[in-house]
């Protein structure tokens, strides 16, 4: 690497390094934040030499402005005008679509195993959103009960009214429970957050479903500085996996690979 010119008998320069080149770390920042690390971009945005520490670029300041600016935070999640004001037709079209490949046909063979047998789960939808789930599993005629929950109140309420019947706040006693947590995970900056509700409500699951993109989704993104970001990290199959058997202990899981991978967990007798 070509040596940074600076005056090196300044005082002010004593001990900044020769061999650091800003501009480069700035695209290897830039580099992570477009393959959907941005976890890792705030943590590069830190890790300079002790030197830029204490004289810290203010381009560095810049992106780290950005990057806050346009993630949703709580409170965003929480009042999306655009996920509360979403048709009940929307979550009904994304069941046959591959934006649920292959997550729905999973928990569909799950559920239609369990009517077979007489049974009807009871799904606890953690992080429903618009609730893609009941309404593709309704439109199937399947036979289950369900619960939805996510920050978004006005769309729970909506959800709420489209299932009906299906509604029920508490399995009964002896019921199959499921878990199902999708599309979630990469969206949260402490992911134990998921863990604590899970925990929270009191049910010791049947089944779990967890799903996530697998690595980066659609090959990142070239507008980081002007669109909403959503996604704050990426998982790795084998990160998924340590990240479930640590959660919840006691379950043997199997992996499907996919653009979406899912992962499903089955409580050991």
């Known amino acids: 690497m070509t040596e940074q010119i600076f005056d090196q008998n300044d005082a002010q ?14 695209r290897a920042i830039e580099q992570m ?7 890792m971009a705030l943590q590069m945005l830190e890790m300079v030499p002790g030197w830029f520490r204490d004289n810290y670029p203010p381009e560095l300041t810049e992106i780290k402005k950005i990057l806050y600016r346009q993630t949703y935070d709580q409170v965003e999640y929480a009042t999306d ?10 979550g009904e079209s994304q069941w046959d679509s591959p934006y649920m490949f292959p997550r729905a046909e999973i928990i569909s063979q799950i559920v239609k195993k369990y009517n077979r047998e007489g049974k009807k789960p ?49 399995p009964d006693v002896g019921q199959p429970t499921i878990l199902y947590n999708t599309e979630v995970l990469e969206h949260c900056m402490n992911p134990h957050d998921i863990v604590h509700s899970s ?39 084998n990160e998924l996996s340590e990240f479930a058997n640590k959660s919840w202990p006691g379950y043997s899981w199997v992996l499907y690979k996919s653009a979406s991978m899912v992962l499903v967990g089955t409580k050991n007798a």
């Open 13 to 26: 320069n004593i001990g900044r390094p020769l061999y650091w080149n800003l501009q480069s770390h700035i």
């Open 33 to 39: 934040i477009r393959a959907d690390e941005l976890q």
């Open 81 to 90: 005008d655009e996920e509360a004001d979403c048709p009940r037709e929307m």
């Open 122 to 170: 009871w799904i606890f939808d953690l992080g429903c959103s618009h609730g893609n789930l009941p309404l593709g599993l309704l439109k199937s005629i399947h036979d289950f009960d369900y619960l939805g929950i996510g920050m978004n109140h006005r769309i729970i309420q909506k959800l709420k009214l489209w299932v009906g019947q299906c509604w029920k706040e508490k």
């Open 199 to 237: 925990y929270k409500v009191g049910v010791d699951w049947d089944q779990i479903l967890l799903s996530v993109p697998m690595y980066c989704l659609g090959g990142g993104l070239p507008d980081w500085q002007t669109r909403r970001l959503g996604h704050v990290r990426t998982w790795t199959p």
